[in-house]
């Protein structure tokens, strides 16, 4: 045997020639396989990088939605070896080209007016019709593909074309172009369906703020209606606003997290940029930075931003070419500069900088803090502006309530009336005196006077202007037209260079210098002229003209008999009434209940009855809601009988009709059948007056009187202007809540971009390693769900492995069995999510679960599982101390995180530990 042995054994120089053979070709298979995996490591930092860079244009151009579509498309040309790439999106006419990458201009040309519909003549169409994603691996081989003219122009042969789906419906299609005939790979399908994806993402983003922004410019159209009256304007003025200490706190804050030396806000003015606030300098130096270069220009940061408008970093400002302030070194060191532009629809108001004395570059996320106060900065600045348009507003109602005050207690008597006026329109207008002419024929006669002593006591002496004997002068001119006449300097006029006695007096004298004169017309007749002065060339504004111009208008007023005046005396009851509604409307803004008592309330006092109801709409049922004045007992029973629109009740009759119903004895009606009603409720008369929406009732406020005795039609005009206010108090309510939940959709969904985009900025820097990825999952779904811990769990064979985690609570094991006896366990085998409110009180389904909860005191506990291909792979737990079940949302973005890991677990599912199969 051992010879036989011997005998086949080969000589020693074949064993080694063919061991050697043998390593050499492992050794070039182990490169080869090196090389692949190199590459495919490459390829998936390509995509991820380039997603993250998709990502960053998207934080960056929030809203600038072109921007994003283009980089869109053409990243999903790039990594998918494309030759070109275009984005569809919808419009009244169909599918129009949105984005086209590396497309010919012959392809533009003829699809620049062109809509695609949904049909099997093109890629888009078919992706439009399928609603998934859609290949043609060649065109002119497709019997059913007919865009042969887009297809000349272009040169493709393969198509893919993917939907972008929201809510299931297709809106817009990216679609990629090879020139060769060649499918896409499975792969870059699914990247192109990512890119779909956050094409969908971008587009939904702007639709919701564009949503916001209507509901708000439609709010703020609201609330200006409402703050019609003086009373309501006196208590916005009461709420004070400090801009300057808002813009001192924005620039401290700003250079002191941002580890600046000193940090200086302009504010725009003219072409002029002052300072505003600033921190960090000295008296001397602030003094120097006041004075120096108030205009822009790219010798200085703060110029260079306000230019360009955007945002300016210079680290060090010493080594840029374009930085003209090196004397500024020898009085204050600056070498590191951060400015950032204060834009107001599209407008630079002003600028934020932040200066360090050392060359050291500020962070990107200093420049977003600076750039996020100095957005905080333009909405303080803003809402100073609104602010003090609704003080000057204030100003000018509670200045015409006081003239009709004046009015009101004076009938008869113009001195006080008129005098009031001027009082008024000379302080408002920041004149320093007025006159109030009436005119006698050809003259003029000064019947009140405001200003200094001296003053009035000339025109006391000479109170007349004879117009033929002062030709020219601003009386006679204003005579002869009828219309405004507004001077900017009365040195240039006429009359007084060639020394007219009465202009040299009011000029020299009284140092008038700009003159406004308004009319006084009835029935387009000049009866006089309210004519105001200031001793400073200084034109006044269009709505200091329209105060002075309503002052006139009062003043002609004031010329009517005695009923006017009477009925001037109602009309200032009302508009008390409605203001002190109005001031219950601002006090409790949101608190319709409240307003609608109040407005129930004011309007039984005001129409002289006994007693009324509000009757609203809630889920598309009217209900009985507010009342004033009845038991009980009848409350009880009208809220057990159904309202509906019929003539059987005012209620319905008003809510058939759209129409104010007055029925002056019910018991003379005999379509009035709501008589229980009626017996209760003590009344005969009774007025409805529908709450009217785009003319749709959304209410009804009802007025009764115990005896028969009929509204009048003022009465019945009053009590439509309660319903109107009453109508808008609850749209204000409607639209308030809508702008909320809008705007909580919204933070919602940046929210969840912001995590995202951690989470693949850590993909980006960690490709090999899915530890930080798990990591940031945790940490991202505590801050979006609220949560106080949250756990990654990945499957290994039957276990549940524990592999990523945020927050306080200790995990006993690194494995766990895949089991129902737990949340993450039974996320996992159900494949959905498991909410549990309060886990120690589980009745016994997760009988480990509940122990462990118990040990560590958390409570709600939601469960999601980790889905790739339709396969549990693991499961997500983010858990509570307090009971507080997760919102639908929350559940939501918890399961979207499967789709930010999703590709690097796919490119990693061994490192990720997880079993492949």
């Not at 996320?365 to 507003?393: C, M, P, W, Y």
């Not at 202007?465 to 002062?470: E, F, K, L, P, W």
């Not at 200032?572 to 002190?580: E, G, R």
């Not at 008589?675 to 749709?696: A, H, K, N, S, Y």
Request: glycine fraction near 6%; include cysteine; charged fraction near 25%.
């Amino acid at each position: 045997m051992a010879k036989r042995e011997r005998a086949v054994r080969k000589p020693p120089s074949t064993r080694k020639r063919s061991t050697a053979r043998k390593r050499t070709t492992a050794a070039i298979d182990f490169k080869k396989e090196i090389a692949n995996l190199r590459r495919e490591l490459s390829r998936s930092r390509l995509q991820q990088t380039a997603t993250a860079d998709v990502l960053n244009v998207i934080s960056r151009s929030t809203f600038d939605l072109q921007a994003v579509l283009d980089r869109l498309t053409e990243s999903a040309a790039r990594l998918c070896n494309a030759d070109m790439a275009a984005i569809t999106r919808q419009d009244a006419g169909g599918f129009y080209h949105a984005t086209n990458y590396n497309f010919s201009v012959d392809w533009v040309k003829v699809t620049d007016t062109f809509r695609i519909q949904p049909g099997r003549s093109s890629v888009v169409g078919r992706a439009l019709l399928e609603a998934k994603p859609v290949q043609i691996a060649d065109v002119l081989a497709d019997p059913e593909y007919t865009y042969t003219e887009f297809q000349k122009a272009a040169g493709y042969r393969t198509l893919l074309g993917v939907p972008l789906l929201r809510s299931g419906q297709p809106i817009g299609v990216l679609f990629l172009g090879r020139k060769n005939v060649e499918l896409f790979t499975h792969q870059q399908v699914k990247l192109v369906s990512t890119f779909a994806d956050q094409a969908l993402i971008a587009i939904e983003n702007v639709r919701l703020f564009d949503e916001v922004q209507t509901r708000t410019e439609d709010l703020r159209e609201s609330l200006q209606q409402q703050t019609a009256t003086a009373d309501v304007l006196k208590v916005i003025s009461r709420s004070t606003f400090d801009l300057q200490t808002v813009l001192d706190t924005l620039v401290e804050s700003a250079a002191r997290v941002c580890e600046a030396d000193t940090g200086i806000i302009r504010r725009r003015e003219g072409d002029d940029y002052p300072l505003a606030a600033t921190f960090g300098l000295t008296v001397q130096q602030r003094e120097h930075f006041a004075s120096y270069s108030p205009k822009p220009d790219r010798g200085s940061v703060f110029g260079r931003a306000i230019l360009e408008g955007r945002t300016i970093h210079v680290p060090d400002v010493l080594a840029d070419p374009q930085y003209s302030r090196p004397r500024l070194q020898g009085f204050v060191s600056v070498r590191a500069g951060l400015g950032v532009p204060l834009i107001r629809e599209g407008n630079v108001i002003g600028v934020f900088t932040l200066q360090r004395r050392e060359p050291q570059p500020f962070s990107q996320k200093q420049i977003e803090l600076v750039t996020s106060f100095a957005d905080q900065a333009v909405i303080a600045i803003e809402n100073t502006r609104l602010l003090s348009e609704l003080r000057e507003s204030l100003q000018q109602q509670t200045a015409t309530a006081d003239v009709l005050k004046v009015i009101s207690r004076s009938p008869g008597e113009l001195e006080p009336v008129f005098q009031a006026m001027l009082e008024n329109a000379t302080r408002i207008c920041e004149a320093k005196f007025s006159n109030l002419f009436l005119r006698e024929g050809d003259a003029f006669r000064a019947v009140a006077v405001h200003g200094e002593p001296a003053y009035m006591d000339s025109w006391q002496r000479e109170p007349l202007i004879v117009a033929r004997d002062h030709p020219g002068v601003p009386l006679d001119r204003l005579a002869r037209t009828n219309e405004v006449l507004h001077i900017q300097d009365l040195t240039a006029e006429l009359p007084y260079i060639e020394g007219d006695r009465r202009m040299i007096a009011l000029v020299d004298s009284a140092g008038a210098r700009t003159m406004l004169l308004v009319p006084m017309l009835r029935e387009n007749a000049l009866i006089g002229a309210i004519v105001i002065y200031r001793q400073e060339v200084r034109a006044f504004t269009d709505k200091q003209i329209e105060l002075v111009k309503n002052f006139a208008s009062q003043a002609v007023i004031a010329f009517e008999n005695a009923r006017l005046l009477n009925e001037l005396r109602e009309s200032l009851q009302q508009q008390t009434a409605t203001a002190d509604v109005l001031k219950v409307i601002s006090r409790s803004t949101f608190d319709l209940p409240t307003v609608l008592q109040t407005l129930v309330e004011s309007a039984t006092r005001l129409c002289d009855a006994d007693k009324a109801t509000i009757t609203r709409q809630k889920d598309g049922v009217f209900f009985r809601a507010e009342a004033y004045g009845f038991s009980d007992e009848f409350m009880d029973y009208a809220r057990t009988v159904p309202v509906v629109a019929d003539r059987g009740s005012a209620i319905g009759r008003a809510l058939l009709e759209r129409a104010a119903v007055h029925i002056p004895d019910v018991e003379a009606d005999a379509d009035f059948t709501f008589t229980e009603g009626r017996r209760l409720g003590g009344f005969r008369t009774i007025l409805g007056v529908p709450m009217l929406r785009e003319g749709v009732p959304i209410g009804v406020i009802t007025m009764t009187r115990s005896e028969v005795r009929p509204f009048t039609d003022k009465q019945i005009e009053l009590a439509t202007t309660f319903a109107d206010q009453a109508a808008i108090a609850m749209e204000n309510v409607r639209l308030f809540d809508e702008v909320q939940a809008k705007t909580r959709d919204l933070s919602d969904a940046l929210m969840y971009q912001t995590g995202s985009a951690n989470i693949l900025k850590v993909i980006a820097s960690s490709p090999t390693d899915v530890g930080p990825v798990l990591q940031a999952i945790a940490e991202s779904a505590c801050e979006l769900c609220e949560a106080v811990d949250a756990s990654v769990f990945l499957r290994n064979d039957n276990h549940l492995t524990f592999s990523g985690h945020h927050g306080p609570l200790s995990i006993p094991d690194d494995k766990m069995p895949i089991n129902r006896d737990w949340v993450a366990g039974r996320a996992f085998l159900d494949q959905k999510p498991v909410h549990v409110d309060d886990l120690q009180s589980d009745d016994g389904d997760y009988l480990w679960g509940r122990q462990f909860a118990e040990k560590h005191g958390h409570r709600t506990t939601l469960g999601v599982p980790l889905l790739r291909e339709n396969e549990s792979i693991g499961a997500i737990v983010v858990r509570r101390m307090e009971v507080r079940p997760f919102t639908v949302r929350q559940i939501e973005l918890i399961r979207t995180f499967r789709s930010s890991g999703d590709c690097h677990w796919q490119c990693s599912p061994i490192r990720a530990g997880t079993s492949a199969d």
